[in-house]
């Protein structure tokens, strides 16, 4: 229950960081823009055209760090699903390594024996007589003949 509920609440906070993450992207898009657009204006004086250039230079920065945080956030949750995966398939190949390793071991009762080798007997004297049936192999002699 409390994974549960600690996923839930996380799930919760990556959406909230998500949407105040893309209001700052916005934001700082608008600030950027209104920069280069003193910064080109013909009604600049120069003095505040430099500054104006600068700080769009650091607003551009400031969203190339809020993007690769959020990169750096996707793939950490990229990257947990992918330890989760590789942990559950361990444990399941794990499963099956016990059960292959341990096989079980069945003593047979004489009773048991002595019906199977009556059995395996009747099955080779079939076998050998369905051999002398088989009509294949009639051909095989008369193409070694032929041949």
Same mark, same amino acid.
Request: glycine share 4%; no cysteine; aromatic share 6%.
């Given at each position: 229950? @409390?994974? $549960?509920?600690?996923?839930?609440?996380? =799930?919760?906070?990556?959406?909230?960081?998500?949407?105040?993450? =893309?209001?700052?992207?916005?934001?700082?898009? *608008? /600030?950027?823009? !209104?920069?280069?657009?003193?910064? =080109?204006?013909?009604?600049?004086?120069?003095?505040?055209?430099?500054?104006?250039? &600068?700080?769009?230079?650091? /607003?551009?920065?400031?969203? $190339?760090?809020?993007? &690769?945080?959020?990169?750096?956030?996707?793939?950490?949750?990229? /990257?947990?699903?992918?330890? &989760?995966?590789?942990?559950?398939?361990?444990?399941?190949?794990?499963?099956?390594?016990?059960?292959?390793?341990?096989?079980?071991?069945?003593?047979?009762?004489?009773?048991? =024996?002595?019906?199977? $080798?009556?059995?395996?007997?009747?099955?080779?004297? !079939?076998?050998?007589?369905?051999?002398? @049936? @088989?009509?294949?192999?009639?051909?095989? *002699?008369?193409?070694?003949? /032929?041949?």
């Amino acid at each position: 229950m @409390d994974e $549960d509920e600690g996923s839930e609440v996380r =799930k919760s906070i990556d959406a909230w960081r998500q949407s105040e993450r =893309k209001i700052m992207i916005e934001t700082v898009q *608008d /600030l950027i823009q !209104t920069s280069h657009k003193y910064a =080109k204006s013909q009604y600049t004086p120069n003095a505040q055209r430099v500054r104006w250039t &600068k700080l769009a230079g650091q /607003l551009i920065w400031y969203k $190339d760090q809020i993007l &690769k945080n959020f990169s750096l956030e996707a793939m950490t949750i990229q /990257l947990e699903a992918l330890k &989760k995966r590789m942990e559950e398939s361990e444990e399941e190949r794990q499963r099956q390594s016990v059960s292959r390793n341990y096989p079980t071991i069945v003593f047979r009762k004489p009773e048991e =024996k002595k019906a199977e $080798d009556v059995e395996e007997a009747r099955n080779g004297e !079939t076998s050998e007589a369905s051999n002398a @049936d @088989d009509p294949e192999g009639a051909k095989e *002699d008369v193409s070694g003949v /032929l041949g």
